[in-house]
């Protein structure tokens, strides 16, 4: 009998429909073709055209499907012109968040050696490290709600001993399970600014205490500038990065440029209890509905989901696919055809797809 998972899909905006069909046809075709799972897709609707439609942005609905969900699957969401009467955004992704808990950003930067990359790697050298961004708290603590006055402005930095615990206990869990699968070293960097803040002076302490727990991990910290230089200086030498949340924003950016673009950055938010996966690119508005838009980063979204689930429900064939998806996608980039435009190329958004299952089926 095949082990069943639910999936909760939010389509998104802009982009974010056209890049989600062609990833959902590929998991449907693992999911036929394997005899140890099934994967049942639900729709949740959201975001700003849902809004734009209904006046309602995530209904309670949306919210309860994802919550029942084994995994979330989240395409683009939000659009620059569709916003609440206060003049925010329409984000149900960060509501999300919030909602389900998910404190732990992750952001896989991976480039092979025969991958374009803006940097020239040495001979036999490739990066492949994962940046974990706090996701609930760190600067984003009082996001929108700030206080300023004629005079100044405030926000508040807040880093709590809860969140940080779980956030390095799952730094850590994440560097032995690289390792064991061979894909890094076992080397956790806390990235920080402990000499100039208290602030993170308590939360390199934190650290330090879980690290005390991993004695056959490595690690060991960096200052967030240094780190900056380094991403770009010898960035093969990192494994697992973990940082507070507002240097994790900018510097999943500065990783997603070393993979030649954010078309091929995927990211999870994950919890004790609940993950979802998204491309870290916004909507595209100006490229929406020309059927250009680079479905790469969703995909490897979509593969990240697969290997998560699999670990989690200790079901190896899904984490096996999982790997194979992102090779596949790793296959076509290194091959340097049937790339979309903002890779260099002229193909579509489904014909790149396409060319992912071939490689799959190779
Ligand atoms: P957000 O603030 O919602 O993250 P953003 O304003 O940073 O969004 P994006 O929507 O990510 O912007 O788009 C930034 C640029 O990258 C745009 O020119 C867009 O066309 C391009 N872009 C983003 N995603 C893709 C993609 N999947 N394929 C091709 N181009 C993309």
Known sequence: MKKSYDVAVFHGDGIGPEIMAPTLEILHQLSRGSPSYELVFTDAPAGAGHYAKTGE??????????????????????????????????????????????FAGVRPVKVSSRQMTPLALPPGKEIDFVLIRESTEGLFFTQGAGEVTEHEARETLLITREVSEKLFRFAFELAQN???????????????????????????????????????????HAYVDATALWMVQKPWEFDVLVTENMFGDILSDLGAGLMGGLG??????????????????????????????????MILSAAMMLEWLGLTHDHPELSNDGARLREAVEKVTANGQNLTRDLGGTTGTQDAASSVLEALRA
């Open 57 to 102: 942005s995530f209904p309670a609905g949306s919210l309860e499907t994802a919550r029942n969900a084994d995994a979330i699957l989240l395409s683009a969401m939000g659009l620059p012109d569709v916003r609440y009467p206060d003049g925010t955004e329409i984000s149900p992704q960060i509501d999300l968040r919030k909602q389900l808990g998910l």
């Open 178 to 220: 690289r390792k064991r699968t061979g894909r890094g070293r076992g080397r956790v960097t806390c990235v920080d600014k402990a000499n100039v803040f208290r602030a993170f002076a308590f939360f390199r302490s934190m650290f330090d205490a879980e690290a005390a727990n991993h004695p056959e991990l490595q690690a060991d």
């Open 264 to 297: 091929l950055a995927p990211s999870a938010d994950i919890g004790l209890n609940h993950a979802v996966f998204q491309p870290c690119h916004g909507s595209a508005p100006d490229i929406a509905g020309q059927a250009i838009a680079n479905p790469f980063a």
